[in-house]
């Protein structure tokens, strides 16, 4: 009888043992308590980022020495005196500055989790947002409600209210890459496609006046087609949605400011070839642009031709199905001219801002693609690596050639032996 009952016993503490381990998994979401009437109201990521707040009471809330963060690690205490009007908002700004209403972080569109306490360290509010593209918010609709959604549009400091503008998610179009008599469908997909009361394509060709396509939904799609162009030219569009709330929002979303555009173009392809990269480099050939050796990946460029060619306005790209990824600036011939039977080195090391000859992204050692595309699209050359070895290059034999080899002494900027 004792037996049973130490062993009953046992069983309970070991129950209630594993019901308490449970309880402090340091992964079990917290509820946010929302008594304060306080809420992380509006989200914007792509930019000039910032946080709306709103105050659901009658009276002023004083926040001063409430905390905001994305990092626990690196909360942000709001100074005193901060305050949130009654029924309405505050906005902070999230710029790395550390004072007032700016915070010591910034936000990623890719998205992330915002969270807010009270001055004891009581969780009031968190926001889970996702990817938001430029020109779109992430927001309670309406203002304090519990139904959050993108917007494809932002308002900072006002009310959001009672429901949100469609937002585009992706546009795509087929050809990538159009050439002359070519009809050109464009795609949208939406966030989502509840309160879409319509979606309309605008396009003009060579600066004349802007013509409408109404998209028609096929699937989880808004689709409309371009019509075919006889003659060389800039074609220029893009994407307007309007919602059952009257609001609209445009892609990209400064239109028509900035518009989505492609080239009808039957130059002659300029006589230039990839001929040596490395892409694994911690020791050899360093980049000096920052002011000290860098390591980066690099591509080198060859003309075969005998005329100069001036690469401003071309790409290069690691992916040889998006040819627009890096676009060489077209402010300083200078430096980005080849001369016949000379070469161009680029450093793919993702700091553009060092110079017309640094690319916004690096080369994977593991293997990709390296190509360079005419201003057009059109790709000039293209070549597809497998894994590469540290510090050994990749290139043709000789300059130009249709051999490709690895060089354990690279060459950049001098004939491939």
Known sequence: MIFRFL?????????????????????EVVTPAVEEGLFINEIYASGEDWIELYNSLETSKDIGGYFIYDNAATKYKLPSGTAVPAKGFLVLLCND???????????TSGGETVYLENAQGVLIDRIDFPAISNGQSYGRYPDGSSNLAVSGNTTQGISNGNSQTPAVLTTSRVPLVPGLNQNVSVSVNLVSNIGAASVNMLYRFNGGSYSTLVMTLSGSAYIAEIPAQSTTGKMEYYIEVTGTNGNKSYEPASAPA???DYLLNIDVLPLLVINEFLAYNTSCCPDTAGGVNEFDDWIEI?????????????????????PFKHKI?????AATTIAPGGYLLLWADNTPNQGPLHLDFGLSNAGEDVGLFYIDGRTIDVYTFGAQSENISFGRVTDGATTWKS???????KTNQ
């Open 329 to 333: 600036p077209t402010d300083n011939p």
């Open 258 to 260: 900035k518009v989505l």
């Open 302 to 322: 060859y003309n075969i031709g005998i005329q100069s060619v001036n690469i401003g306005g071309m790409y290069l790209s690691d992916n040889k199905n998006n």
């Open 7 to 27: 062993r009953l016993l046992f069983q309970t503490v070991l129950l209630l043992g594993t019901l308490f381990f449970l309880s402090c998994d340091p992964k």
């Open 97 to 107: 500055l550390a004072t007032g209403l700016n915070t010591n972080f910034k936000l």
């Open 407 to 413: 060089f354990a002494t690279p060459t950049p900027g």
